[in-house]
Structures are given as structure tokens and as C-alpha cells.
């Protein structure tokens, strides 16, 4: 069965520190992943997608990158966090074909200070 | 451009009680694909329905039930003999198909938050 990782889980990061969460895909080849970002109180946003190695569209200005070294690996990175990048971000990963429902990792919690 | 409304941010109930989260949704697209996710205060979103837009037949899962209806741009979803493990915030959302690929990205709703109580 397909399973998907996310670390860390929570993370405590000064303005202005760099960053990177890690996502794998363990099960399945050649999937789209994904990041959003749910603000406290908010919905979940759709940052970046990727639909294979080295492949990364983003769906929103941001001061935040995102990588796809590997088939089955995400990695969501900044230089220089902002305030504003506080929240929960979520990996997702879905097979090819529309109909596909997409999969999430357990999150993680970044709160900058 | 796509767009989810759950107009009703938190809805209480007791147990035991019927209850039925909205969601409307707007996309110009003839193809999109519905879907309804749990996130538990653990915070994971769990999947727990898909529906197509060519597929207007209503599902039911236990109790769990859905109700699509283009004509209205609904996807609402009921629980019915709601239970304390059923508390959790619950979205709606939707992707639209393209042909020759595409990233198939949700759009999501605010989300719903469900309470259970006693």
C-alpha cells in the first residue's frame, strides 16, 4: 500500500532562518505531489505542484521554493522566513487521471518568532 | 477560476442527531471532480468521497451520505445519528480535469467545523 511521510512534525523557526520540509512517497511511481498551506482559521491553499522529477509549478507569489530531486520526494524550502509563512503545511501525492483523490501526510506545524 | 463555499463555519450538535454540512462550488470547466475531507484535531485530512461530474447518483456510506446536485452547484454532505468521534473540521473540495494532463490541484472550502457533543 502507498504511504506518505512528512517531517519534521512541528517546527519553531526565527525570522529571517532558512527552511525545509521533507515529503516522501513510499508505494507508488511517478505521482503528483503537492503542498498547501492551511493558515489558522483558514482553508488550505495550493502552493506548488509537481507532476515529475524536476517539474514545479507554483500557484501563488510567495517567499517560498519547492524541489522534487526524486521521483517520490518533495522538499518545500525558504532562504529567509517571514512571519507570514506561519501555519500548517500539508504534502499530498495523487496518481495520473483526474478522478484520482490526493493522499496527505500528517502536517507540519511551523510557527516563526 | 474555481471557487468552494461551506457557508457554515462551525455547526454543534448532540449526539445522536442528523446533520448536514454545505458546500456549493463554481467552476466553468463541464468536467471537475468533488470530494470531501476530515481533518481530526490531529490535524491529517482524511479522504472520504469522490464524486464526478458526469455521475449525479447519490452515495451512502454507513452513515454517511452525499447529495450532488449540478443543478444547485451542491455537494452536501449528511451524517446521520451523528457520534463524538464524528467531531471534526470537515472540507469540501473540487478539481478540474483538463485533458493531456494538468496538475489537478484542489480548491478547497473554508471548512466546516462539526461539534459533537454528549
Known amino acids: 500500500s502507498q504511504t506518505i511521510h512528512q517531517w519534521p512534525a512541528t517546527l519553531v523557526q526565527p525570522v529571517g532562518s532558512p527552511l525545509s520540509l521533507e515529503c516522501t512517497v513510499e508505494?507508488?511511481?511517478?505521482?503528483?505531489l503537492y503542498w498547501y498551506r492551511q493558515a489558522a482559521g483558514r482553508g488550505l491553499q495550493l502552493l506548488f505542484y509537481s507532476v515529475g522529477i524536476g517539474q514545479i509549478s507554483s500557484e501563488v507569489p510567495q517567499n517560498l521554493s519547492a524541489s522534487r530531486p526524486q521521483d517520490r520526494q518533495f522538499i518545500l524550502s525558504s532562504k529567509k522566513l517571514l512571519l507570514s509563512d506561519s501555519g500548517f503545511y500539508l504534502c499530498?501525492?495523487?496518481?495520473?487521471?483526474?478522478?484520482?483523490?490526493?493522499?496527505f501526510g500528517d502536517g507540519t506545524r511551523l510557527s516563526i518568532l | 477560476a474555481q471557487k468552494v463555499t461551506q457557508a457554515q463555519t462551525e455547526i454543534s450538535v448532540v449526539e445522536k442527531e442528523d446533520v448536514t454540512l454545505d458546500c456549493v462550488y463554481e467552476t466553468r470547466d463541464t468536467t471537475y471532480y468533488l470530494f470531501w475531507y476530515k481533518q481530526p484535531p490531529s490535524g491529517e485530512l482524511v479522504f472520504l468521497i469522490r464524486r464526478n461530474s458526469f455521475d449525479e447518483q447519490n452515495e451512502i456510506s454507513g452513515r454517511y451520505s452525499w447529495n450532488f446536485q449540478k443543478s444547485t452547484s451542491s455537494f452536501n454532505f449528511t451524517i446521520t445519528a451523528s457520534q463524538v468521534v464524528d467531531s471534526a473540521v470537515y472540507f469540501c473540495?473540487?478539481?478540474?480535469?483538463?485533458?493531456?494532463?494538468?496538475?489537478?490541484?484542489?480548491?478547497f472550502g473554508k471548512g466546516t467545523h462539526l461539534i459533537i457533543q454528549p
Open positions: 473540495a473540487l478539481s478540474v480535469g483538463r485533458s493531456g494532463g494538468g496538475a489537478d490541484g484542489l480548491t
Open positions: 508505494g507508488t511511481s511517478n505521482p503528483n
Open positions: 499530498a501525492w495523487k496518481g495520473k487521471g483526474s478522478n484520482q483523490p490526493q493522499h
